[in-house]
């Protein structure tokens, strides 16, 4: 049975800091890509960052350089590093894992950036 799990969401103000996590079970974690998207209220699904197997990465334009996304393989988990957060960051946080036609979802965890 596949699992992603996120973690590390919550209410942060505007310029702080949060890192998710995403712990992965029942996959071969280390030859799948890994994203993150996030899903504002009334907005579509948007992909944040991407980490490839070989630990290549990419990012939306409206998060690079404040975010960065990792891996760590022997923990099959991989984070999302996330600094100078602004109101519009405020979103459910999910990670997918894909590989070929293969692709599967967190539950998802809530960020909102707010005085």
């Known amino acids: 049975q596949v699992q992603l799990v996120e973690s590390g969401g919550g209410l942060v103000q505007p310029g702080g800091s949060l890192r998710l996590s995403c712990a992965a079970s029942?996959?071969?974690?280390?030859?799948?890509?890994m994203d993150w998207y996030r899903q504002a209220p009334g907005k579509q699904r948007e992909l944040v960052a991407t980490?490839?197997?070989?630990?290549?990465?990419n990012y939306a334009d409206s998060v690079k350089g404040r975010f960065t996304i990792s891996r760590d393989n022997a923990k099959n988990t991989v984070y999302l590093q996330m600094n100078s957060l602004k109101p519009e960051d405020t979103a459910v946080y999910l990670c997918?894992?894909?590989?070929?036609?293969?692709?599967?979802w967190g539950q998802g965890t809530q960020v909102t950036v707010s005085s």
């Open positions: 980490i490839t197997s070989n630990g290549r990465t």
């Open positions: 029942g996959i071969a974690f280390k030859v799948y890509a």
């Open positions: 997918n894992a894909h590989i070929g036609t293969l692709s599967y």
